[in-house]
T-cell receptor, first 112, second 117 residues
Framework: GENVEQHPSTLSVQEGDSAVIKCTYS??????FPWYKQELGKRPQLIID?????GEKKDQRIAVTLNKTAKHFSLHITETQPEDSAVYFC???????????FGSGTQLTVLP | NAGVTQTPKFRILKIGQSMTLQCTQD?????MYWYRQDPGMGLKLIYY???????DKGEVPNGYNVSRSTTEDFPLRLELAAPSQTSVYFC????????????????FGPGTRLTVL
């Protein structure tokens, strides 16, 4: 089955700086890669996603890049703000039910 | 729309007890999923369903059972609870499309925090 590895596990940045979180996946059949944000005690919420036929996608301050050959994808957050502080999860989707395999998460802390 | 709802929010079980975690969605989604999230970890798929009457095992199905008799409901049954099942359980649903923004955006419920003592 699919295996997703996520790095780093914790990341602290100064407000206004950029943050980058990286993930690798193992199954070349995976074709959908979402990123979820989870605040403390809350449910995960989708912030951006990318299909395998696209190399990069951007939504305001958030962007995701995908390298299918190397089987890795990354989340980029620019101009970070304190409200960006949360745990971020990457995931890869495979199978007939498009089930997700999640990475272990990155605790992002934006220091004011 | 209420989205995905889960009951109960919290529960403490004794070892060997059984319980059912309820999950309901009102978005007419045909795909539904159960995940568990251990402290400081990612989500692991327990079971999933692509429609009423169809269920399949995920990565960590042992100790759990599911049923899907309607589109809206996807209950998760724990038999003979063990301390290793202490976790937060999330139900999710989706309506996969062939393209567009939400290829398979999964919408999560608020979670059930279960402790087995």
């Amino acid at each position: 089955g699919e295996n997703v590895e996520q790095h780093p596990s914790t990341l602290s940045v100064q407000e206004g700086d950029s943050a980058v979180i990286k993930c690798t996946y193992s199954d070349s059949a995976s074709n959908y890669f979402p990123w979820y944000k989870q605040e403390l005690g809350k449910r995960p919420q989708l912030i951006i996603d990318i299909r395998s036929n696209v190399g990069e996608k951007k939504d305001q301050r958030i962007a995701v890049t995908l390298n299918k050959t190397a089987k890795h994808f990354s989340l980029h957050i620019t101009e970070t703000q304190p409200e960006d502080s949360a745990v971020y999860f990457c995931a890869a989707s495979e199978g007939s039910a498009r089930q997700l395999t999640f990475g272990s998460g990155t605790q992002l802390t934006v220091l004011p | 729309n209420a989205g995905v709802t889960q009951t109960p929010k919290f529960r403490i079980l004794k070892i060997g007890q059984s319980m059912t975690l309820q999950c309901t969605q009102d978005m007419n989604h045909n795909y539904m999923y159960w995940y568990r999230q251990d402290p400081g970890m990612g989500l692991k798929l327990i079971y999933y369903s692509v429609g009423a009457g169809i269920t399949d095992k995920g990565e960590v199905p042992n100790g759990y059972n599911v049923s899907r008799s309607t589109t809206e409901d996807f209950p998760l049954r724990l038999e003979l609870a063990a301390p290793s099942q202490t976790s937060v359980y999330f139900c999710a649903s989706s309506y996969p499309t062939s393209g567009g923004r939400s290829y398979n955006e999964q919408f999560f419920g608020p979670g059930t925090r279960l402790t087995v003592l």
